[in-house]
């Protein structure tokens, strides 16, 4: 039976945000209808200070490794009203994530699209740069946007703003090798011309100087080229992107295992607490206990057996 201590041990998500709305094709989302569910601020700060108690309590070290707030979702949608007035976004989360957890947040984001919102997330994060652990752009013809009229300009502003960034190491766990920013481009084979002239727009409007543009373009440690891979949609089919790289198996299941880089096995605590764990190299998640009763992460950890079962109802 499941334990929290078990739980705190291969921990991988508390989300802050699960579903996505943004509709990008290559993402495992596509075609989820499902609503986008935000954490309570202050609910989702007793949880992250639980699971940092739990560690603690129950002797296991500190993470070797990102403990994410979003799984196919974007962190810069995470935007709640506090009681008290006002709203906490995806820097708010990040202090959670530096206080309790004693690491930076690892955001992946299409970007801002232009929303004030999210505009104010990344010039926060970026002015409080020991907050993040690696900050990675997405640009790719898959983003639902990609042929709107303020798809470049959008994310120029991004670039611009998160471009200090470029000179900060990541302090990822996995990738120490790499710098805070990235902008990551996916793309299929027959398309890369045209997205890499893209990705020279986009950096051009940013404020680069158009020779500036193409030594960033070719720079791996700052801009990454990346192959579309057919993670399958939210139905279970297949990918939507005509040529995405197949990474099924023989026996006709997707599979990419990243040994170098993540545990296979995770677990995560959904925003209304549920239990779920996560197949990192089937792309796959699934809950756990039956769906009328889910396991779910306790409301109180007070006087908690760290090693006794989980029950349905989060009381230990």
């Known amino acids: 039976m499941l334990s929290l201590a078990e739980v705190v041990r291969n921990l991988g998500f508390v989300l802050a945000i699960d579903h996505c709305a943004r509709g990008c094709a290559h993402c495992p989302a596509y075609g989820d209808r499902s609503p986008v569910q935000r954490a309570p601020f202050a609910e989702l700060s007793r949880t992250v200070a639980a699971v ?90 898959a983003d639902r946007s990609w042929d709107s009229a303020r798809y470049i300009a959008d994310l120029a502003w991004d670039v611009a703003t998160l471009a200090p960034l470029w000179h900060r190491a990541s302090t990822r766990a996995e990738d120490p090798a790499g710098l805070r920013f990235r902008i990551n481009v996916k793309t299929t084979e027959g398309r890369k011309d045209e997205v890499r002239a893209r990705v020279l727009a986009v950096l051009a409007a940013s404020g680069m100087s158009r020779p500036q543009a193409r030594r960033i373009c070719g720079d791996a440690q700052r801009v990454r080229f990346k192959p579309i891979y057919d ?49 990192m190299y089937a792309f ?17 950890i007070d006087g908690a057996d760290m090693d006794a079962p989980l029950d349905a109802d989060g009381d230990g």
Not at 61 to 85: A, K, Q
Not at 284 to 300: F, M, N, V, Y
Request: aromatic share 6%; net charge positive; hydrophobic share 35%.
């Open 52 to 141: 940092a108690a739990v560690r603690r309590r129950a002797g296991v070290p500190e993470y070797g490794r990102v403990v994410h707030c979003w799984r196919i979702s974007d962190p810069l949608d995470y935007t709640v009203r506090l009681p008290g007035g006002g709203t906490a976004n995806c820097a708010d989360v990040a202090g959670m994530w530096r206080a309790h957890l004693g690491q930076g947040l690892y955001v992946v984001t299409n970007g801002s699209e232009g929303r004030t919102a999210a505009r104010r997330a990344l010039a926060e994060l970026v002015a409080t740069p020991d907050l993040v652990s690696q900050v990675k752009l997405t640009i790719t013809h």
């Open 231 to 279: 993670l399958g949609n939210a139905a279970g089919g297949a990918s939507p992107v005509a040529d995405a790289l197949d990474v099924r198996g023989t026996d006709g299941q997707r599979y990419k295992p990243t040994t170098e880089a993540r545990r296979r096995w995770q677990y995560g605590i959904r925003p209304d607490r549920r239990l779920f764990t996560v197949d």
């Open 284 to 300: 796959t998640e699934s809950d756990l206990g039956p769906a009328e009763r889910p396991l779910r992460w306790p409301t109180s």
